[in-house]
């Protein structure tokens, strides 16, 4: 089935980027997402990109997609200690309206 | 503006009782999606339902879990004579419209611990 891939942590000094990878197999995916998830609390979603876009970006945060290898990064640009956070990979495929998740890289930043 | 709402918050239960969880969708949202976290896990769909239907439970183990999207009132997902494998933390969703093309927007999730 439909697998979302990612590493599970990242370490940063505050100031630095950070960049968050994933990778997924489904060809079809038609939505690809970032969700933030601090301790104790639910998922808010960061950004979107849609299958047909290279790349998007919104204020801090870079999104780009490389279709032919399946790969979607998160660029943080200033990484602070507030960004600290488990950061999921998602999309969503043929139509289906179900997400489907990686495990999550749990962002840490450091002064 | 209140988003999606999800109570109780913790939940503490021993093996064999009941949990019901609830879920306020976003206001104007009539769409209801339930997923399960389990630790250093990414989210796991279970069901969504729309007022008064299920339209997919694939994401539902077949016994002892059920969900409900009432014409009034909250969303329940309900957990019969819980076992320790189903603490996990419980998160609803919530969207306008279904497909990708509108975006769910997540409650701060239920911590189901059982004892």
């Known amino acids: 089935g439909e697998d979302v891939e990612q590493s599970l942590f990242l370490s940063v000094r505050e100031g630095d980027s950070s960049v968050i990878n994933c990778t997924y197999t489904d060809s079809s995916s038609t939505y690809l997402y970032w969700y933030k998830q601090e301790p104790g609390a639910g998922l808010q979603l960061l950004t979107y990109?849609?299958?047909?876009?290279d790349m998007k970006q919104d204020q801090r945060l870079t999104v780009l997609l490389n279709k032919k290898d399946k790969h979607l990064s998160l660029r943080i640009a200033d990484t602070q200690t507030g960004d600290s956070a488990i950061y999921f990979c998602?999309?969503?495929?043929?139509?289906?309206?179900?997400?489907?998740f990686g495990r999550g890289t749990s962002l840490i930043v450091h002064p | 503006n209140a988003g999606v709402m999800q109570n109780p918050r913790h939940l503490v239960r021993r093996r064999g009782q009941e949990a019901r969880l609830r879920c306020s969708p976003m206001?104007?949202?009539?769409?209801v999606y339930w997923y399960r976290q389990l630790p250093e896990e990414g989210l796991k769909f279970m069901v969504y339902?729309?007022?008064?239907?299920?339209?997919?439970e694939s994401g539902m183990p077949k016994e002892r879990f059920s969900a409900e999207f009432p014409k009034e009132g909250p969303s329940i997902l309900r957990i019969q004579q819980v076992v320790r494998g189903d603490s996990a933390a419980y998160f609803c969703?919530?969207?306008?419209?279904?497909?990708?093309?509108?975006?769910?927007?997540f409650g701060p999730g239920t911590r189901l611990t059982v004892l």
């Open positions: 339902l729309q007022k008064e239907n299920i339209i997919d």
């Open positions: 206001k104007g949202h009539s769409h």
């Open positions: 998602a999309d969503t495929s043929g139509g289906s309206y179900i997400p489907t």
């Open positions: 990109i849609f299958s047909n876009m």
């Open positions: 969703a919530s969207s306008g419209l279904a497909g990708g093309t509108d975006t769910q927007y």
